[in-house]
């Protein structure tokens, strides 16, 4: 499935509140109540390290290839790698605070603003989708067509990426998610809403069971995210 936005679907978006997660204070306290138990990483030993370093230089590679042709297979390989990579920290408030900062400027037209937020995000998270949404506006804005283009284009292809891993209807099939971040900008982009939050198991597997409504015609429906790699990962100091 390939995913286009244009800028005044962008622009609709963002003053429905793309920024931030959306919830009603049933979601809210959903969502606490489900939050996964806070615990420190363990040490690495020797071969764990040396592991984690291959996995850096194996994502090194894939971002390289993925630069010149942001393909959604290609995607969809780095977003599996990234969660294996001691860049990876799903519960850091980095990418949450650059989106903000982004929407802020996006808001006051402040493009060159928006511009160097955007280029700080996407070199903490290149596969962050607030990151591409934001410079594909901002490029856009500024005239700078063909840099808009290109991030429509990693756009489209991390939206992509996530339908391959599943259609979100049931465990088995849910879809990838890298941090809870990712998974209301994808929600929001689709133009929903997510109204509640749950974390629930499947054979030993945790997912997040979200609640989701169109505003278009107030139909809702559930779909599922795979956040076993978050959980995995824990906190990384």
């Given at each position: 499935m390939v995913f286009r936005i244009g800028i005044l679907t962008a622009l609709l978006l963002l003053l429905s509140g793309c920024a931030q997660p959306l919830?009603?204070?049933?979601?809210?306290?959903?969502?606490?109540?489900?939050?996964?138990?806070?615990?420190?990483?363990?040490?690495?030993?020797?071969?764990?390290?040396?592991q984690q370093d291959a996995a850096d230089q194996h994502y090194q590679l894939l971002l390289s290839e993925v630069q010149q042709a942001p393909e959604p297979r290609r995607l969809a390989s780095l977003r599996q790698a990234y969660t294996k990579t001691s860049a990876y920290r799903p519960y850091s408030m980095v990418e949450r605070a650059l989106s903000s900062l982004m929407f802020e400027a996006i808001a006051k037209k402040d493009w060159?603003?928006?511009?160097?937020?955007?280029?700080?995000?996407?070199?903490?998270?290149?596969?962050?989708?607030?990151?591409?949404?934001g410079a594909m506006i901002c490029q856009f804005e500024s005239g700078n067509t063909e840099?808009?283009?290109?991030?429509?284009?990693?756009?489209?292809?991390?939206?992509?990426?996530?339908w391959q891993s599943g259609d979100g209807k049931t465990?088995?099939?849910?879809?990838?998610?890298?941090?809870?971040?990712?998974?209301?900008?994808?929600?929001?982009?689709?133009?929903?809403?997510?109204?509640?939050?749950?974390?629930?198991?499947?054979?030993?597997?945790?997912?997040?069971?979200?609640?989701?409504?169109?505003?278009r015609d107030e139909y809702?429906?559930?779909?599922?995210?795979?956040?076993?790699?978050?959980?995995?990962?824990?906190?990384?100091e």
């Open positions: 919830q009603s204070k049933q979601g809210a306290a959903a969502a606490m109540s489900a939050s996964p138990p806070m615990t420190a990483a363990p040490l690495m030993s020797a071969t764990q390290r040396a060159q603003q928006c511009l160097s937020h955007t280029a700080k995000l996407l070199a903490e998270q290149f596969i962050s989708l607030n990151g591409h949404y840099q808009g283009e290109y991030h429509q284009e990693v756009l489209d292809g991390l939206m992509a990426a996530i465990p088995e099939t849910a879809f990838f998610c890298t941090s809870t971040t990712e998974l209301y900008t994808f929600i929001n982009l689709h133009g929903f809403n997510a109204k509640a939050q749950a974390l629930v198991w499947h054979q030993e597997q945790p997912f997040d069971l979200m609640t989701i409504i169109n505003p809702e429906f559930n779909w599922y995210f795979n956040i076993s790699a978050q959980m995995a990962r824990g906190i990384v």
